[in-house]
T-cell receptor, first 113, second 111 residues
Framework: EPEVTQTPSHQVTQMGQEVILRCVPI?????FYWYRQILGQKVEFLVS????????KSEIFDDQFSVERPDGSNFTLKIRSTKLEDSAMYFC???????????FGDGTRLSIL | GENVEQHPSTLSVQEGDSAVIKCTYS??????FPWYKQELGKRPQLIID?????GEKKDQRIAVTLNKTAKHFSLHITETQPEDSAVYFC??????????FGKGTRLHILP
């Protein structure tokens, strides 16, 4: 069964540095999402992406965040200047559209020192 | 804003008994309600979902019910097994929109 893949599995970064989290959505999927989960808490929506543009973003997704689909397969999340509170598990998800289920990747654990 | 409330936050049941998790949602335009199971350190995994034009759906030991009028939906797991121990999240969505998750229920299956 096809899966959403994310790299790296764990990223440790100094506060103030830039990080790029990478995702390869399922190949025939059209809708892409980033969520984050702070340890022990619920999964929170960050941003949705369709047709090469952001569809919706949450309050968390401020000017320090950006997303990009640089080619036909990758979907990236960039945090420009990381803060301690950005430490979390970041999940990428994708769906075919037509209100079909979102499938999640294994996540990237981001630790900001 | 949109909100999904989930209860209980922790649930312990004897192996073989049933477990019930209940959720409410605030946005009446929500029309898709997935349930995810998350084991420690793993991804949320879709276990069952229900759409607003259906009142109940069953898949083996798992069933979900939806009451659109009351904006309630619930997950029922029968004949619980040790491998059912995990955190379960209810969620609500509008079509291809973002998923709004509940805070999760940590389910412990006691031997």
């Amino acid at each position: 069964e096809p899966e959403v893949t994310q790299t790296p599995s764990h990223q440790v970064t100094q506060m103030g540095q830039e990080v790029i989290l990478r995702c390869v959505p399922i190949s025939n999927h059209l809708y892409f999402y980033w969520y984050r989960q702070i340890l022990g808490q619920k999964v929170e929506f960050l941003v949705s992406f369709y047709n090469n543009e952001i569809s919706e973003k949450s309050e968390i997704f401020d000017d320090q965040f950006s997303v990009e689909r640089p080619d036909g397969s990758n979907f990236t999340l960039k945090i420009r200047s990381t803060k301690l509170e950005d430490s979390a598990m970041y999940f990428c998800a994708s769906s075919e559209g037509g209100a079909r289920p979102q499938h999640f990747g294994d996540g990237t654990r981001l630790s900001i020192l | 804003g949109e909100n999904v409330e989930q209860h209980p936050s922790t649930l312990s049941v004897q192996e073989g008994d049933s477990a019930v998790i209940k959720c409410t949602y605030s946005d009446s335009a929500s029309n898709y309600f997935p349930w995810y199971k998350q084991e420690l350190g793993k991804r949320p995994q879709l276990i069952i979902d229900i759409r607003s034009n259906v009142g109940e759906k069953k898949d083996q030991r798992i069933a979900v019910t939806l009451n659109k009028t009351a904006k309630h939906f619930s997950l029922h797991i029968t004949e619980t097994q040790p491998e059912d121990s995990a955190v379960y999240f209810c969620a609500a969505s509008k079509g291809d929109d973002k998923i709004i998750f509940g805070k999760g229920t940590r389910l412990h299956i006691l031997p």
